[in-house]
């Protein structure tokens, strides 16, 4: 479904990703992990088209989405869920959702999508009035997802969801992702929750100063060497 | 006392006129942060479509009202696309400049094309007629453009606050990279957000035109007003606009019934004290 091909960025001249490689299935989980500036959330930025690669390719169910502008991108059915949320303070609960059913044609389809949301976050049903900004961390990234998933997508990047939640919280948020997953949502998860994000994905990735350096199946990567000694200080 | 309600009745008026045109200064600010020099100048702009329009052809100036409105929604786009795109991604000077160089491009267009004479507009069902209601006159074209702006302003309000297409341009002002991950075309919301922001001040020209004289150096003075009344509802609040263009009516009549020269001045004395005092606004976050 999304192939990505030795992809390069420079942020402002600098190198952000030196060589990024990745494949994402219909139907799977793939985890990217690594610490902090190994430049995961450059890369899902790149695959939404935030920022441009100065070299190598990305396909979306083959099609070369690699310098495609981000609206086209996102009405291809590809969302990317930012870090830290970013969801629109001022707005109630509702109209943030609204705002990802931005793209969908009918009255219907967005009803339908906005209860199966609520289905899936009855918090956000019972806030629905309420400005974004006044819900908690954990509120607002159920906000967020729901936003997302408000966009119909074909593949869902989450990037670091984890980020800033309560631990309790932490291991609801996997569990949910989880339920997508078995809902047969797409998903490339980004995550510094190292462990955790493994132990729910398909396969991973290891990403280190800019460069994919390792993937393999979820669990084997558990056990690598290398998650051991980089990342699990075991 | 009659004096005294005839004066407020001449500043709400009038300063319902001066709510539409800063209601498009407002709206561009608050969705990309831009201040336009140029917003005077669309009036100018939308005065000579309602001069043209009312001594050529000749049409009744409230008939020029919608082509004002169009032209205004026209150059506002166009301005967007092919400049104000562009020196978004500079730095903040080359913005002010590049909005500033518009103002001038087009004051000196006008020069060139209409010569510095003064014009205005002499024919009109609503032109030098007067409405008695009890001991008050008013001049009709003020209470008809009055209420033009209200109606105006209500549409614009309704846009934004109940539509999703507003939603989208709110989205855009709050957050514009998060509103590009919704699937929104930003740049498309931009454009918009100046199609309405010169559609409306250029309507807001074409009414003024029944009332005020008609020159290629009249937007000066109305950008900065529009620009003390912002300031003073607070950038980027749509109510704010509304209510401050109304005070700011409301102080010019009354100051400048007792000294005329100075009615200007007023207003950014006015606007001194809100600086100091509150900046963000009356209504401002």
Not at chain 2, 28 to 36: A, H, R, T
Not at chain 2, 82 to 106: C, E, K, N, S, Y
Not at chain 2, 117 to 130: F, H, P
Request: overall charge positive.
């Amino acid at each position: 479904m999304l192939r990505v091909d030795k992809i390069k960025v420079h942020y402002e001249g600098i190198p952000a990703l030196h060589e990024v490689t990745l494949e994402v299935n219909q139907g799977e989980l793939v985890a990217m992990v690594g610490a902090n500036g190994a430049g995961k959330s450059t890369a899902l930025k790149a695959i939404v088209g935030a920022v441009s690669p100065v070299s190598g390719n990305i396909l979306f169910n083959g099609k070369d989405i690699t310098r495609e502008e981000t609206a086209k991108i996102v009405r291809l059915g590809v969302v990317y869920v930012p870090e830290s949320r970013r969801i629109f303070g001022p707005l109630t609960v509702e109209e943030n959702l609204l705002l990802g059913a931005f793209t969908a044609d009918s009255e219907e389809e967005v009803r339908g999508h906005l209860n199966h949301v609520y289905r899936l976050f009855p918090r956000l049903k019972e806030r629905f009035r309420q400005k974004g900004e006044t819900l908690s961390g954990g509120e607002q990234q159920m906000l967020a997802i729901g936003r997302g998933l408000m966009i119909r997508p074909k593949l869902l990047m989450l990037d670091e969801p984890s980020l800033g939640l309560m631990p309790k919280l932490v291991t609801e948020l996997f569990k949910t992702i989880s339920l997508l997953k078995e809902e047969g949502y797409t998903i490339l998860l980004v995550e510094q929750n190292v462990r955790e994000a493994l132990e729910i994905a398909d396969r991973g990735y290891i990403l280190q100063t800019g460069r994919t350096i390792h993937s393999g199946k979820g669990a084997e990567l558990l056990e690598s060497d290398i998650v051991k000694k980089a990342f699990l200080g075991l | 006392m009659e004096l005294a309600v005839q004066l407020i009745v001449y500043g709400i008026l009038m300063g319902l006129v001066f709510s539409l045109i800063a209601l498009g200064l407002s709206l561009i600010f608050g969705v990309m942060n831009i201040v336009n020099f140029a917003h005077g100048e669309f009036m100018m702009v939308g005065m000579y479509i309602a001069y043209l329009l009312s001594t050529f052809l000749p049409l009744d100036p409230l008939l020029s009202l919608p082509f004002a409105a169009g032209a205004g929604y026209l150059l506002g786009v166009v301005s967007y696309r092919l400049l104000i795109h562009h020196i978004l991604r500079g730095p903040m000077v080359a913005q002010l400049f590049g909005t500033f160089g518009l103002m001038l491009f087009l004051r000196y267009l006008a020069m060139y094309i209409f010569t510095p004479d003064v014009r205005s507009v002499k024919q009109g069902i609503l032109v030098g007629k007067t409405l008695s209601m009890g001991w008050i006159n008013v001049d009709a074209s003020k209470v008809f453009s009055a209420g033009v702006c209200v109606l105006a302003f209500a549409a614009v309000y309704w846009m934004i606050y109940r539509t999703k297409l507003g939603r989208a341009l709110r989205a855009t002002s709050i957050d514009s990279e998060a509103a590009k991950y919704m699937g929104i075309d930003t740049k498309g919301m931009n454009a918009l957000a100046w199609g309405i922001g010169g559609a409306t001040v250029a309507l807001a020209g074409a009414l003024l035109a029944h009332f005020y004289y008609v020159t290629p150096t009249v937007g000066m003075l109305f950008t900065l007003i529009a620009f003390a009344t912002v300031a003073l509802g607070g950038f980027g609040s749509i109510v704010g606009a509304f209510i401050a263009g109304v005070l700011i009516g409301l102080i010019m009549v009354v100051s400048g019934q007792f000294v005329s020269e100075l009615k200007f001045s007023f207003i950014y004395i006015v606007y001194f004290l809100v600086v100091v005092f509150r900046p963000r606004g009356l209504f401002g976050w």
